[in-house]
């Protein structure tokens, strides 16, 4: 029989070891089975974790943080015999809190604190006879409770709770297709965001602007929220063209997009989506005090000096040059001319002012 584990099991805070039967133990290992096919004929191995024998609790006192191998509940006896792999069965041990359910995956759906140790292999085949005990759990290593994470749902466009395409720097043209992808952050804090899952391209044609159809490879996992916090969410965008990754296209000085942040309560198994998402374009970006928000200038009442010259107050970023566009049904936008904001305000000519019955105006960054 091999030496005998030293593997005890912490708290969240790694600074306590798991006692008595507020917390349970249980071993899963990787099953093979084999598939056939007849026509046409072929076979293959579909593998699956599958629980082994029972929950147990943790000990107390001197031997709080160690599986309770003392109690009369049957050995955890690994003696499934269809081990198709040639050598090795992965195993790894799930731990839970009890009071969130009487199994690991009913503890995950109702968020409660749960553990995974690190995947190790055993060699049923070669060296253990009898079959190997619970205890006898040869490369498991400690390891620590964890909050179940958050499923979120990353989706613009769902049913009639969200409608939040994303549009280009001209605040009109809907993002379309692989040359632009899109990505979720998030995090304790706001200013604490990290890339939640891989990247999504967006839909073409009428689904411009929208991310692709809903499906599994749209969930994402938020991790390190308790169920008392708040997760911070936001989606990043950028052209694919620019770089890999959001960070990068920002680096290179093209034009990337963030949301405003999405507040999601934690403590509920069922799927997030990004409740209170609106409508943003590519643009600038800057980081205040870690966050990331996008750079725009609040515009006041164009103030007439002349037949049809226009000064226009900017609350904004200074020294920064402009594409003044005009439009008569705030839809279609022609860009007029460029102003510079140097003094707070910027002055520009519309020859076709008076012309009008009405007139608006707008500004985008220039790139």
Not at 37 to 49: E, K
Not at 187 to 202: D, I, W
Not at 300 to 327: C, H, K, W, Y
């Amino acid at each position: 029989m091999p030496d005998l584990v030293d593997a005890p099991v912490w708290d969240v805070e790694d600074n306590t070891r798991l006692e008595g039967a507020d917390y349970l133990a249980q071993l899963y290992v990787t099953l093979y089975e084999e598939v056939r096919q007849l026509d046409p004929p072929y076979s293959i191995l579909v593998g699956h974790w599958e629980p082994i024998g029972v929950p147990v609790p943790f000990q107390t006192g001197t031997g709080a943080g160690y599986i309770d191998t003392t109690r009369t509940d049957p050995k955890r006896e690994i003696t499934r015999a269809y081990w198709l792999m040639p050598d090795t069965l992965p195993c790894q041990v799930r731990v839970w809190e009890a009071a969130k359910g009487s199994s690991y995956e009913e503890a995950y759906e109702n968020a409660g604190l749960i553990g995974e140790s690190d995947i190790f292999e055993l060699q049923p085949r070669k060296v253990y006879s009898p079959p190997l005990p619970l205890d006898y759990l040869v490369g498991l290593k400690s390891f620590h409770l964890r909050h179940a994470p958050i499923t979120v749902i990353l989706a613009n466009s769902l049913s009639n709770a969200l409608d939040a395409p994303v549009f280009e720097v001209d605040g009109t043209t809907r993002l379309a297709g692989t040359n632009y992808l899109a990505q979720l952050y998030s995090g304790p804090t706001p200013a604490n965001l990290v890339p939640t899952g891989p990247p999504v391209t967006f839909q073409t044609a009428n689904g411009a602007g929208y991310f692709p159809p809903l499906g599994a490879d749209r969930m994402r996992l938020v991790e390190g929220i308790s169920p008392a916090d708040v997760a911070y969410c936001q989606v990043r965008v950028w052209r694919g063209a620019a770089g890999g990754t959001w960070e990068q296209a920002r680096t290179n000085s093209q034009a990337v997009g963030v949301s405003d942040l999405c507040q999601l309560q934690a403590g509920n198994a069922v799927p997030y989506y990004l409740k209170g998402l609106k409508s943003f374009a590519l643009g600038r970006v800057a980081s205040i005090g870690g966050i990331e928000v996008s750079l725009a200038c609040w515009l006041r009442s164009p103030v007439l000096e002349g037949a049809n010259r226009f000064r226009i107050p900017m609350l904004g970023l200074g020294t920064e040059t402009f594409d003044i566009q005009v439009s008569e049904d705030l839809e279609h936008w022609t860009t007029l001319t460029q102003a510079t904001n140097a003094f707070g305000f910027i002055r520009f000519d519309d020859p076709e002012a008076q012309q009008r019955p009405w007139r608006f105006y707008r500004t985008l960054f220039r790139y």
